[in-house]
């Protein structure tokens, strides 16, 4: 069994996020990238799935030199090999463009499962896997909580609301993630030594035959025009009381009074 | 340029999503501003018999792929069928609402029409010359306002956030031919989650609860219960097990729009803040009056949520 894993840097979840000065991107300076979570539940299932039936799992990120890291920690906890396409022309596209690039640079490796993760927690776009599923003409299964392999077929455990589908389809296909698939591993010492010796590849738009013209800033087909702070919420109102029940009542009174909600 | 509005609506067991009638009611507002003609997608089974009551929110033409195979969502079929409509209406805008069966589906006509998609948006603006969609990123901690290129855009809109709007439309339904291909995923089994369990993303109210619960989320599910509502989670309630993952709010978890947040014992991290910042009032319950979250509130209350909360279910009983 191969499978690819999808994996992108993101900023750190407890990062305060503040717009740049051009008003379109974000400040990066002292922002910590990590590996996107979702991406992280990605490559433990995958390394479950290779303890389970053999096989390799290979990474593959597009993104700048600096997205070295999150492959070498991939590395580090258990998996193969790594593929970077860094190239600057590729900066800033948008997921369709990310993903007509991580579908070329997916026909020099052979899989027969790929696993992303269900949005990177940066843009929340949640297109990116769906787009490669598409461009490469296999099946996708979104927000998967549990999988099993047999005879060729991959079984999963979907959540949508108010319920968990049971989906079924034959591989090669493609999966994204979501909580509670597993609990992510640590690398260990070990594996950070042992993943410095493993293959880290990188390759640009050219050796995997994408048009510079059809990716990166230039050619997104989705533009921002700007960003903004989300609107601030004036000082909260705080309740008077000396007791719970007068806490209690004085909430209670502002929602059925003024707020009309309760 | 071609101005009609082409919307995709989400059904089951013949029963139409609430998101369903918000992306009609914008549908008819995108199209009145274009000038143009709003048609209505309905995939399922056996689904002509509710197909017209789109009309009241001002669906023109009401498009209805009827067949038993489609009784179930599946990416393929519906991806098929929802390009084929595409094709039919040649729509300037498509607007599907982003719950998960929207999100997945909406993700894969994207990439089959070629076409730029701003998913999760929570607001669609008409300006003279372009349409701008404002959607969340990094959770909610920032706003962006983004335009697309091309022919069709296509916008995936958060549920429970746009208003519905009754407005007569001729609604006049039309069968269309389907011709899809087998879907290459089938849904083998669909597990319910047991009791009338009210869905986060859905939900009108949310009470949640945190680090401060010490895991006991008694006194918390009676508060939701009593509002109607549903129960959240922070992370760290997640981690320790308290709750399921379904239940976690935050950049990692739901994103979250209630009228109305109740945030138990949560200190208010940013990635938690986040996932519920679009909420329309946040109360905020905490025994530390420092405790960030009170930042981010409407309404706080300083003190024991064990006291506290009990208390205000008691008071809206009395309601």
Redesign the interface.
């Known amino acids: 069994m191969n499978v690819v894993v999808l994996v992108k840097q993101v900023p750190d979840t407890e990062a305060l996020i503040q717009v740049a000065e051009d008003g379109k991107s974000i400040n990066t300076d002292g922002i910590k990238w990590i590996m996107n979570p979702y991406d992280e539940l990605a490559v433990e299932e995958a390394l479950q799935i290779k303890e389970a039936h053999g096989g390799s799992v290979t990474v593959l990120s597009m993104g700048l030199k600096n997205s070295e890291k999150i492959l070498r920690t991939a590395l580090a906890m258990g998996a193969d090999k790594a593929l970077l396409v860094d190239d600057p022309l590729a900066f800033a596209s948008d997921s369709l463009a990310t993903a007509k690039i991580l579908s070329a640079a997916l026909k020099e490796i052979p899989f027969d499962l790929i696993i992303a993760g269900q949005r990177g927690v940066d843009e929340d776009n949640y297109q990116v896997g769906a787009a490669v599923a598409e461009y490469l003409g296999i099946p996708q299964i979104s927000l998967v909580v549990k999988e099993e392999i047999s005879d060729g077929k991959i079984r999963c455990h979907r959540t949508v609301e108010g319920a968990v589908e049971i989906i079924e389809a034959s591989l090669p296909a493609l999966i994204t993630t979501q909580r509670g698939l597993n609990e992510p591993r640590y690398a260990t010492l070990p594996g950070i030594m042992k993943a410095k010796k493993k293959p880290l590849e990188t390759r640009n738009l050219a050796d995997i035959g994408v048009e510079p013209a059809s990716v990166g800033m230039d050619n997104r087909r989705v533009k921002i025009v700007s960003l903004t702070l989300p609107p601030q919420r004036e000082a909260a109102v705080m309740i008077q009381g000396e007791t719970p029940t007068e806490l209690g009542a004085g909430l209670v009174k502002i929602l059925h009074e003024e707020i009309k909600i309760v | 340029m071609t101005q009609s509005v082409l919307v995709i609506t989400e059904q089951q067991n013949k029963v139409f ?1 609430k998101v369903s009638f918000e992306v009609v009611s914008e549908g008819r507002r995108i199209a009145d501003s274009l000038n143009g003609e709003l048609v209505a997608l309905v995939i399922g089974a056996d689904v002509e018999s509710i197909a017209k009551d789109l009309g009241q929110y001002g669906a023109d033409k009401i498009l209805v792929a009827d067949d038993s195979a489609l009784y ?1 969502y599946t ?2 079929a519906f991806t098929d069928i929802s390009a084929a409509a595409a094709a039919q209406t040649d729509p300037a805008l498509i607007i599907i609402g982003a ?3 929207g ?2 589906l909406a ?2 006509l ?3 029409l ?7 948006c929570l607001a669609i603006k008409d300006t003279d010359e372009k349409l ?1 969609f404002t ?16 022919t069709p855009q296509i916008a995936a809109v958060r549920p429970n956030v746009l208003s519905t709007t009754k407005t007569a439309g001729s609604g006049i339904v039309e069968k269309i031919d389907i011709n899809f291909e087998k ?11 047991e009791g009338d ?1 009210i ?1 986060l ?2 939900a009108d ?1 949310i009470v949640s609860g945190g680090h401060g619960t010490n895991g006991d989320f008694e006194a918390i599910e009676e508060l939701a219960s009593v ?1 109607n509502g549903a129960v959240g989670a922070s992370r760290f309630a ?1 981690d320790e097990g308290w709750r ?3 239940d ?1 709010v ?4 739901k ?1 979250v729009s209630p ?2 947040y109740i945030a138990c014992g949560i200190s208010g ?3 938690h803040v ?1 996932g519920m ?2 909420s329309k ?4 319950i905490n025994k530390d009056p420092e405790a960030p979250i ?11 949520l064990f ?10 009983k009395k ?1």
């Open positions: 999503r179930d990416t393929d719950s998960s069966q999100k997945d993700a894969r994207a990439a089959r070629d076409a730029g998609l701003a998913m999760d701008i959607r969340p990123l990094y959770g909610g901690k920032i706003m962006a306002q983004v335009e697309i290129e091309g879907s290459r995923t089938s849904v083998v089994e669909k597990l319910i989650e369990k869905e993303t859905e109210v509002l997640v399921s993952h379904n976690q935050g950049q990692t978890g994103i009228s109305l991290a940013i990635q986040a910042s679009t009032t946040i109360v905020a009170f930042q981010k509130a409407d309404i706080g209350i300083v003190g024991d006291e506290v909360i009990p208390k205000i279910t008691e008071e809206i309601l």
